[in-house]
């Protein structure tokens, strides 16, 4: 298979891995920031492959898990209401909130619709005048760019009966949060590629500066993720710090001007609440004020919905990299994709996800 064979090759990875071996002398710790990173490491089974030196932890690069869960709450009690179609990615359904899920409020009569982009939820508002559309925006800055798009044609040609219900993040504040924290094991980072496909990784530079660490682009097959992690550990072992692009296929510095372009015309940077890991300043995006009308917070009057997390789930920690999935008590037992405490469980790209998949297989 073109353009995927040619990541996988065996004879290749034996030669990142020899070529790791020999350079690495100390124990490194390097996290992964994107969940789909972390279900390549263990479907492929490379985490097993590395040198016992180098560790890796998971980060917080899942959409899905870190929607506070009062945002969830927010969706159901929009999504409860008669006259809304609430349509959303398939893979939120599932993610608890406090009491229900969206696939409950489905299950339970709720007008509840997968959608497959946000211009098809536009379209939907088109043909059902009489009711209103919401479309749940969730996301990194990759998700960013058509959620814009979709605000923007709704504005453009005149639909007023759709709106979104906003939760993005922004990857560098989560990145230097982690940097920061009191206990941090970070030593070098694997950023998202897709994430930088889109802004490129000029903001990623400040932040290797800062903490004066390496961080390397990197893509999403087993030989992107190894070679990846070779130039981490070479430039740790070097004593070196700054961004490198394993990804330049995709990735360049500057990133997709246009894309970029047009989430800044639709978004400004806010606050931003990320679950299970804490309030974040300046984290994610919220809509301009020429596009407030397009706010489902402000339309359904849901601002006051407040939630607190399950206290038994610990996924903060587990995003944060400072345990891993088989470290919590209730991995497995009390909690599994069917009764999932929290999101990472149930997510596809989650971490506990991963575990339960790959992990209990190999077993």
Not at 153 to 158: E, I, P
Request: hydrophobic share 40%; aromatic share 8%.
């Amino acid at each position: 298979m073109k353009y995927v064979d040619e990541y996988r090759g065996e004879a290749e990875a034996k030669r990142f891995l020899e070529l790791l071996r020999r350079k690495v002398t100390r124990p490194w710790t390097l996290m992964e920031i994107c969940g789909g990173q972390t279900h390549t490491f263990m479907k492929f089974g490379l985490d097993r492959m590395l040198p016992e030196q180098v560790t890796l932890v998971h980060g917080p690069g899942c959409p899905v898990c870190v929607t506070p869960v009062e945002m969830i709450d927010r969706a159901v009690a929009i999504a409860r209401r008669p006259e809304v179609i609430f349509t959303s990615f398939g893979d939120m359904l599932r993610v608890p909130g406090t009491g229900d899920d969206l696939l409950r409020v489905k299950a339970s009569g709720g007008d509840v619709r997968v959608v497959y982009s946000p211009l098809d939820a536009v379209e939907l508002a088109r043909k059902h005048p009489d009711r209103q559309v919401v479309f749940f925006a969730v996301g990194f800055e990759t998700t960013a760019p058509a959620n814009a798009m979709a605000v923007r044609v709704a504005k453009l040609s005149g639909v007023a009966n759709f709106s979104v219900l906003c939760s993005h993040v922004l990857v560098p504040p989560a990145m230097e949060a982690i940097l920061s924290a009191p206990g941090n094991v970070v030593q070098g980072f694997l950023a998202a590629g897709h994430v930088c496909t889109v802004m490129g990784f000029e903001e990623y530079e400040p932040i290797a500066e800062k903490y004066r660490i390496p961080i390397v682009v990197t893509g999403f097959e087993p030989l992107d993720l190894l070679e990846g992690v070779y130039r981490v550990v070479v430039a740790l072992e070097e004593g070196r710090h700054g961004v490198e692009n394993q990804y330049a296929r995709t990735v360049q510095r500057e990133g997709n001007r246009h894309a970029i372009e047009t989430v800044h015309e639709v978004f400004e940077v806010g606050d931003r609440a990320w679950r299970g890991v804490g309030f974040i300043p300046a984290s994610g995006y919220k809509l301009r004020p020429a596009y407030a009308a397009f706010d489902a917070v402000t339309r359904f009057d849901v601002e006051s919905v407040r939630a607190d997390e399950n206290a038994e789930c610990i996924a903060g920690l587990i995003l944060q990299g400072r345990k891993k999935p088989p470290e919590c008590s209730a991995f497995g037992t009390r909690c599994t994709p069917d009764h999932p405490l929290g999101a990472p469980m149930v997510s596809t790209e989650g971490a506990c996800s991963a575990y339960f998949s790959y992990a209990r297989a190999r077993s």
